[in-house]
């Protein structure tokens, strides 16, 4: 008779590895106690636990604006004309700061409130929110991540919560079979249902990009993943999502990361989907063509859409324009566009002001050109034809034409930046915070801004960047979280 096989019997291999995890476990003890820091589980937990301790909800007041952040959320007040920020983060090159600050904007009279209310989430930044009017007004969260201060430790969430603005009182919502834990996923409400797709989560050992799909019904609180037929976008984060009416979305753009053999490169997607909902309830991905004006491989991008007219708008975001085996360089933008959301084709937005001033420019050139004309042209005829010599020369390819604003003129509203957040209330579209790169340094911003969408005259400053916050980094050192948040909410950043 043979021996018995034994079923608890483990191979080298596995013995090795479980070895190694735990030599890198006690390895990061000790790092951490050098650093002062706990377990990060640890402090999560008893951050959760401290906040539930809280019996009822207090506000105050903001002598000034709230500290300088990106990864956050800004959501319009679903019943008052308010502003709703949760969560974000601050770094400084040396130490990441995350927060779970509940703030409310008032445009009126331009004034700022925190709310302390029982039973809040941990700090997040890279997470997702919307809110729906229901039982006198909710704010979903979904998902995010926290990182340590010292950014050696990093935790994606997959957490729902739900915040009632009637009685001011957070809920944690436990439902099956829902996302993985992520960030940099993207989030929007289309009925009585909030749609959450992709993102990324990272631990350490792999990266992971995700281009699944989840519905969440708010009647009856049940996560469905869904599997729409059609191409759909390739796996990413930080990209573009809005609601086209009830039943459809638009997905723009976004970042990843693709292996190729041994090696690694970064991908910043340009494309554009339609996810709609047809006739028997079954989910269809649509490939578009965003049209003439489409905007170029961009992640991060600030979105929000206004719902009264169906139209999207996109401001900001970065593309990564140079990749060495050392470098990554990502170039930031300025632009604000819109989003036809029925039709799916992009339009430049252009303000009077700076029509005014491309008309002023215009009318100034075209008077030179009159002047130089008249100063240098010579007519010389015979009897086969006439010819000009001198005037003006014709403009070089790739100018711009004649009443284009001229380049590096002075343009007001928001700056070039990534990851910053938007919101449209009643018709009038806000800009706030974000990440500025420059010069191999990333700072975080505090400024806001507002623009009517009606009359579109011009971009209102509301809160001014004084100057750019300290940098306590090496001038020289690549920026990068610990948790591609930067990466993928803004990645190179990407993500938020």
Not at 126 to 143: I, R, S, Y
Not at 185 to 197: E, K, P, Q, W, Y
Not at 236 to 244: I, T
Request: with cysteine; net charge negative.
């Amino acid at each position: 008779m043979g021996k018995k096989k034994n079923k608890n019997k483990v191979s080298g291999a596995v013995k090795t590895a479980a070895k190694t995890e735990k030599k890198l476990a006690n390895k990061l003890k000790k790092e951490l106690a050098n650093l002062g820091e706990e377990d990060i589980a640890k402090v999560l937990a008893q951050i959760e636990k401290e906040e539930a301790k809280r019996s009822a909800a207090s506000e105050k007041t903001l002598p000034g604006p709230p500290s300088p952040r990106a990864y956050a959320t800004l959501t319009p007040h679903p019943t008052n004309n308010e502003l709703i920020v949760f969560g974000g983060e601050y770094h400084n090159g040396q130490k990441t700061e995350v927060y779970n600050e509940l703030l409310f904007f008032n445009p009126v009279n331009n004034s700022w409130k925190k709310l302390k209310a029982p039973g809040a989430p941990p700090p997040r930044s890279a997470h997702q929110a919307v809110a729906t009017p229901a039982n006198k007004g909710e704010l979903w969260v979904f998902g995010g991540e926290f990182t340590s201060p010292s950014e050696t430790q990093f935790h994606h969430y997959k957490d729902l919560w739900c915040f009632s603005l009637a009685e001011k009182k957070w809920e944690k919502v436990v439902a099956p079979n829902g996302p993985s834990p992520r960030s940099g996923h993207r989030m929007c409400l289309l009925g009585r249902s909030i749609v959450v797709f992709g993102g990324y989560a990272d631990d350490g050992r792999e990266c992971r990009y995700f281009d699944d799909v989840y519905t969440f019904c708010l009647d009856t609180r049940t996560w469905t993943k869904l599997s729409p037929s059609g191409r759909g976008p390739s796996a990413r984060s930080a990209c573009v999502m809005l609601p086209a009416g009830n039943d459809s979305l638009i997905i723009y753009g976004g970042f990843s990361r693709v292996r190729e053999g041994r090696t690694e490169r970064t991908h910043t997607h340009t494309d554009l989907f339609r996810l709609a909902l047809k006739t028997g309830g079954a989910w269809t991905w649509r490939s578009l063509t965003g049209g003439a004006l489409a905007p170029p491989a961009r992640a991060g991008q600030a979105a929000a859409v206004n719902v009264h007219s169906n139209r999207g708008y996109v401001f900001g975001g970065v593309s990564d324009v140079e990749e060495t085996d050392e470098e990554l360089r990502g170039e930031m933008s300025d632009d604000l566009q819109l989003l036809d959301l029925e039709a799916g084709k992009w339009h430049n937005v252009t303000l009077r002001s700076e029509q005014q001033q491309s008309a002023a420019t215009a009318a100034a050139a075209e008077e030179a050109m009159d002047v130089k004309e008249e100063e240098t042209v010579t007519v010389v005829t015979d009897s086969v034809f006439t010819m000009k010599l001198g005037g003006a020369p014709a403009p070089a390819p790739g100018a711009p034409a004649a009443g284009a604003p001229a380049a590096g003129a002075p343009r007001g509203g928001p700056g070039a930046r990534m990851s910053a957040m938007m919101a449209v209330q009643r018709s009038t579209l806000y800009v706030y915070g974000g990440v500025l790169e420059k010069e191999d340094k990333q700072f975080y911003l505090s400024d806001m801004y507002s623009l009517d969408l009606h009359k579109l005259n011009e971009w209102k400053t509301l809160i001014e960047q004084p100057s750019l916050p300290d940098w306590l980094g090496s001038d020289s050192e690549d920026y990068e979280t610990g948790s591609d948040s930067g990466s993928e909410d803004s990645d190179s950043e990407s993500d938020d």
